[in-house]
């Protein structure tokens, strides 16, 4: 099971920090990724972090102010998120597979999602 939290009101220009916590076994060997669906639109790939640490697939509108993390000993990714926009607003949700993909049904299992709003 997947559960992320860490969402909320920020400003623009503000920054936050998504968790996502992973229950049961073998967590290190799976690659978590972060999707967001903004009102209206549908849902995108936002990042997603290897076994291995590495990120993959980071969507253009998010390069150089989103990062992705992983602590293998608490079973947990992080969604580093800085310089939030206006376009940002969106429930993310973190999903876990064998590997990283762009493609949302490549991802056996998914979180509830945690609301993030952007505005001033």
């Known amino acids: 099971q997947l559960q992320a939290s860490g969402g909320g009101l920020v400003r623009p220009g503000g920054s936050v920090r998504l968790s996502c916590v992973v229950s049961g076994p073998g967590f290190g060997r799976l690659a978590i990724a972060w999707f967001r669906r903004a009102p209206g639109k549908k849902r995108e790939v936002v990042t997603c972090?290897?076994?291995?640490?590495?990120?993959?697939h980071t969507a253009d509108s998010v390069k150089g102010r989103f990062t992705v993390s992983r602590n293998n000993a608490e079973n947990t990714v992080y969604l580093q998120m800085s310089n939030l926009k206006d376009e940002d607003t969106a429930v993310y949700y973190c999903?876990?597979?064998?590997?990283?993909?762009?493609?949302?049904?490549?991802?056996?299992?998914w979180g509830p999602g945690t609301q993030v709003t952007v505005s001033s």
């Open positions: 972090v290897t076994m291995f640490g590495r990120s993959a």
């Open positions: 999903a876990a597979a064998d590997g990283c993909y762009n493609i949302a049904y490549e991802y056996d299992d």
